[in-house]
């Protein structure tokens, strides 16, 4: 089984976020950054499913050069190689334009199967996965929690709300978001890591693809961001200072008084 | 603005779900702000409860769209339904709640369609010409505002919860429902073969008076003893955050959210959750809200009566002790 699993860097869940000076970014000097959450989980149902089925993993990754920490990352967990969309123009683009441009770049590899995240932890479109299928003209499901891969067909299994699930089954090729928790995620062996050294990463350019620079990132987006910002507290917490034991005694005291909750 | 402002709605077992409603008070906002008629639209088996339901709140009409083919859900065939009425009818601006089926499907049609699409969206405000819609990316932790580039036809999710149910306006008299035809022919890809629910859950934490609540910020599972001698000196449940049951650092009969149980106890308190709105969903209405999280600007805190900011390594076992003094145990 041919699989193409789109990771996306963002940055780490405890970073320090920064608004950049253009007022609609993240400022990204020293950003700590990782594989998008979900994306983890899509890698690693990638690798399983290679690994019983046999075949071999492809990540595709649209992102700037600091993106080759994310897709080495990916190579030494066990994906065979990787396709870096990595040009400005592929930049400051919405779910659509980038979409369109994993797209174009999924196209020629002939897979059977793409996996994406089911939503990154940056933008959180949820959007990218279900319109590279739509484009494509293949089926989808979302939320996916389970695979059972049946020869021309899929079985899959979905999450829906407050603890229910569905399972479905879908002819190939097909793409699935995959929902974090499916399996436990490798790490990378330091034989991975040196392994990965060795592996092909192909960086593409819009052209490479077939794709006009106008179609792609900013040039291509149908939606705008026109300010990031932080947002103003309308109600919140009565926020407790002093040290430890202090903000506790007076915590403590609250509650016993005022919320009547000990 | 040209074309209409469609609000289309969601129905579950039980009939038509309350973010259906949800969508027709912002569309009701919408529709008065640009100036444009609001129509609501079904998408069923059978829709004719669900139209009347909708012709008694204040829209121009009910669109109904009723086809054997869209029971069970699949994504091809809503999303072919609705390409065909929106190629029939031209709507300028398509509004849905952001749920789990609408994430499935919506956007494949925002690409069949070819259509903007902003998803998730809190708020809404007009600023000169443009309307400009509020997002929560980063995990909520920032706010973003995002227009349309272009003025073909526009796509608007709305977080659950963003625009209350109730606000949705009555009509004056009852609307004029439309039976709006598609052809669904080509079957559905998606083969809808069994839903169920896991298990049953072991631990029912909806009855719960005590909750203490753990997420990724106890950074790995040898540490859950801190929070657990918190619990005990509470007579607390003990729950947790998804990352944590994704890791099985505790079974997933203790996750709190939208995946997982809702809880209403009289006390909760939050121990290095950052509060993303799929955790909040399921907690928000607890009685008193504590959260001890190190970062200041972490979303808990919005939600929450009282909060500690700092390494809940230093302030839960300080907690624990002056619990169990309070409680005479210590
Ligand atoms: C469709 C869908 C369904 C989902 N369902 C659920 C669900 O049911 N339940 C759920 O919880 N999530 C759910 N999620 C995931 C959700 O979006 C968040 O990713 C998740 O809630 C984050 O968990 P967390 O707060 O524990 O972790 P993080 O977001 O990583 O936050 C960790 C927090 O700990 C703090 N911290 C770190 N170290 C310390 C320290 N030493 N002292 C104090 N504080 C510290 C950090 O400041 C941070 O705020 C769902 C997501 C999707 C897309
Ligand atoms: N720049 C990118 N490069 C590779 N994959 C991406 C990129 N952006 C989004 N994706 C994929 O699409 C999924 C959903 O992203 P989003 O629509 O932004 O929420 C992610 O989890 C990734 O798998």
């Known amino acids: ?262 | 603005m040209a074309g209409a402002i469609w609000a289309v709605t969601e129905s579950g077992d039980d009939g038509l779900k309350s973010i259906s409603f949800e969508v027709i008070a912002c569309g009701q906002a919408l529709a008065e702000a640009l100036g444009s008629p609001l129509e609501a639209v079904v998408m069923a088996a059978d829709g004719s409860a669900a139209a009347e339901a909708l012709a008694a709140k204040r829209v121009e009409a009910v669109r109904v769209i009723e086809d054997a083919a869209l029971a069970p859900y699949t994504p091809d065939a809503y999303t072919a339904a609705l390409v065909e009425a929106i190629k029939a009818e031209a709507p300028s601006l398509v509004l849905f709640p952001h749920s789990y089926q609408s994430r499935d499907w919506v956007p494949r049609l925002a690409a069949e369609v070819d259509a903007g699409f902003i998803s998730d969206v809190v708020a809404h405000h007009i600023d000169g010409d443009d309307t400009v819609f509020v997002r929560q990316p980063y995990q909520g932790k920032l706010n973003s505002d995002c227009v349309f580039a272009g003025d073909g036809i526009n796509i608007v999710s709305l977080q659950s919860g963003a625009y209350l149910a109730d606000d949705a306006a009555a009509g004056d008299g009852a609307a004029e429902i439309v039976k709006q035809p598609v052809n669904l022919a080509a079957a559905s890809r998606t083969e809808v073969l069994e839903t169920f629910q896991e298990v049953e859950n072991k631990v029912d934490l909806s009855r719960a008076e005590v909750i203490v609540a753990v997420g990724r910020g106890i950074g790995k599972q040898e540490k859950l003893p801190v929070v657990e001698e918190l619990a005990e000196a509470l007579g607390a449940q003990l729950a947790a955050s998804r990352p944590v049951c994704d890791n099985e650092w505790l079974p997933i009969d203790r996750q709190i959210g939208s995946s997982g149980q809702t809880v209403t106890p009289k006390l909760y308190i939050a121990v290095g959750i950052s509060g993303a709105i799929q955790h909040l969903v399921g907690m928000k209405n607890s009685g008193t809200i504590v959260a001890i999280n190190k970062d200041a600007n972490a979303p808990v805190f919005s939600v929450s009566d009282y909060g500690i900011v700092g390494d809940l390594f230093d302030i839960v076992p300080e907690l624990t002790n002056q619990i169990r003094e309070a409680k005479g145990t210590g």
């Open chain 1, 1 to 262: 089984m041919k699989i193409a699993v789109c990771i996306k860097q963002v940055p780490e869940g405890d970073a320090h976020l920064k608004i950049d000076a253009d007022g609609i970014s993240i400022a990204d000097a020293d950003l700590a950054t990782e594989i998008n959450e979900s994306d983890q989980y899509a890698l690693e149902a990638g690798l399983r499913l290679v690994e019983s089925q046999g075949g071999e993993v492809v990540v595709v990754c649209l992102g700037r050069d600091r993106a080759d920490e994310a897709i080495r990352r990916a190579l030494a967990m066990g994906a065979e190689r990787a396709i870096h969309l990595n040009d400005p123009a592929f930049q400051g683009g919405d779910a659509a334009a980038t979409a369109r441009a994993l797209t174009a770049a999924i196209e020629r590899e002939n897979v059977d199967l793409i996996l994406t995240g089911l939503q990154s932890d940056d933008a959180g479109w949820a959007q990218t996965g279900p319109i590279l299928a739509a484009r494509l003209g293949w089926p989808s499901a979302t939320l996916i929690m389970e695979i059972e891969p049946e020869g021309d067909t899929i079985k899959v299994k979905r999450e829906l709300e407050a603890g229910w699930f569905q399972w479905l089954r879908l002819p190939l090729p097909a793409l699935l978001t995959i929902q974090s928790g499916i399996s436990t995620v490798r790490y990378a062996t330091l034989k991975g890591i040196m392994g990965a050294k060795k592996k092909e990463i192909t960086k593409v350019t819009p052209v490479d693809i077939g794709l006009a620079p106008d179609e792609v990132g900013a040039a291509g987006r149908k939606t705008r961001t026109t300010r990031l910002y932080v947002p103003e507290k309308t109600k919140g917490a009565e926020i407790i200072e002093g040290d430890a034991a202090t903000a506790v005694a007076t915590l403590v005291e609250k509650l016993q008084k005022e919320a009547k909750v000990l």
